[in-house]
């Protein structure tokens, strides 16, 4: 019918289903590809993202792949012997665009041989292309079908003649302990070897990067607690140090680093906190405030708490075993008097 035409070709029978599309090629659906431009342009971005070693490892085992049946029908169907098989298949599969086929050398005793395979489709394929990369599908096929020949394993070394008019492929054939399958696993392992390296490298550089910024934060950090919470000295031997806002928990810490080192180098004798400026106090900010004045009674200093509100108040209560003895005044003013002499009682 004509909506069903079909050929024979090398003892190859193609039929194509025109109202389905479809294309047969010795019984099993086919498709038909250009090989440039889109064979090419399907494997290129594989063979990028993959790389070219690992991408010719994978095609050239995948097409080992089932070639037992391959040598099978060589042995058996096609031809008296194995090389008359062969060659009969490579016709058939030139009748698919693969190639021409010859074997220019045999050995089965020495388990070496040689194969030549005139217009390789890949090598056709790749020809002036950016990216070149063999041909491992033909390399894998051969491997797989002379390994059963052979009746063990075997490599083939490739060999590419890229003449414009004439391109054509030489597999060098000879026993080998190089299984395509210990290859690729050879290859995995190195290169996922090489990718944990360059992962631990970027993670020491992400590390060191991280800690230069942390450095930073905590440098900027400090600085704003200084800006924050100011510490003057009003009088010799007397430090002040103005408290604002919330009180929060990493600015308190610097602030009590940096007022107890400044206690230290001034010999300060008297401390004046003046809470003035903060609103209430949690469970944490009067715990920290409370630190703060024993850590002041330890370096020989008097604390003195100025400008308490209500609020304020009500967050020390809890704290009142540990500022037991501390001095508290309405007012800077007060205090200064107080510390300098200029009130007495």
């Known amino acids: 019918m004509a909506d069903h035409p079909s050929i024979r070709l090398n003892n190859v029978d193609i039929a194509w289903d025109l109202e389905r599309g479809d294309v047969s090629f010795f019984g099993l659906d086919s498709v038909l590809f250009w090989t440039n431009p889109s064979m090419y342009r399907l494997l290129k971005p594989l063979v990028e993202e993959l790389g070219v070693d690992l991408f010719r490892l994978l095609v050239a085992h995948s097409s080992s792949l089932g070639t037992d049946t391959d040598y099978e029908a060589m042995v058996t169907k096609l031809g008296p012997d194995f090389i008359s098989g062969f060659l009969a298949w490579g016709e ?60 063990r394993p075997c490599w083939a070394d490739e060999v590419l003649h890229e003449d414009a008019e004439h391109p054509y ?41 991280l800690r230069q910024k942390i450095a930073v934060i905590d440098h900027q950090r400090a600085l704003i607690a200084r800006l924050t919470y100011p510490i ?61 004045v024993a850590a002041l009674r330890l370096l020989g200093t008097r604390p003195i708490l100025v400008g308490i509100s209500p609020a304020v108040a009500e967050g020390l209560a809890g704290e009142s075993d540990a500022l037991a003895g501390v001095r508290t005044l309405q007012s800077l003013a007060d205090a200064l008097e107080r510390v300098i002499g200029l009130r007495r009682g």
């Open 232 to 292: 003057l000295q009003v009088w010799r031997g007397v430090l002040a140090a103005v408290l604002v806002g919330e009180l929060d928990e990493h600015a308190m810490t610097d602030l009590s680093y940096a007022l107890l080192e400044r206690v230290r180098l001034a010999r300060a004798h008297h401390v004046i906190l003046d809470c003035t400026g903060v609103p209430a106090l949690g469970v944490v900010q009067a715990a920290a405030l409370a630190r703060l």
């Open 92 to 151: 058939a599969v030139a009748t698919a665009g693969w190639g021409r086929f010859e074997v220019l050398g045999f050995d089965p005793g020495g388990c070496t041989a040689h194969v030549r395979v005139h217009h390789p489709w890949e090598l056709k394929m790749q020809r002036g292309a950016e990216v070149r990369w063999g041909c491992p599908f033909m390399q894998g096929k051969v491997i797989g079908i002379f390994s059963h020949a052979f009746g």
């Open 169 to 209: 492929l030489d597999l060098h054939l000879h026993a080998s302990d190089r299984a395509l399958e210990r290859e690729l696993e050879v290859l995995r392992h190195d290169l996922l070897s090489l990718r944990e390296g360059e992962l631990v490298y970027r993670i020491d550089e992400a590390t060191l990067e």
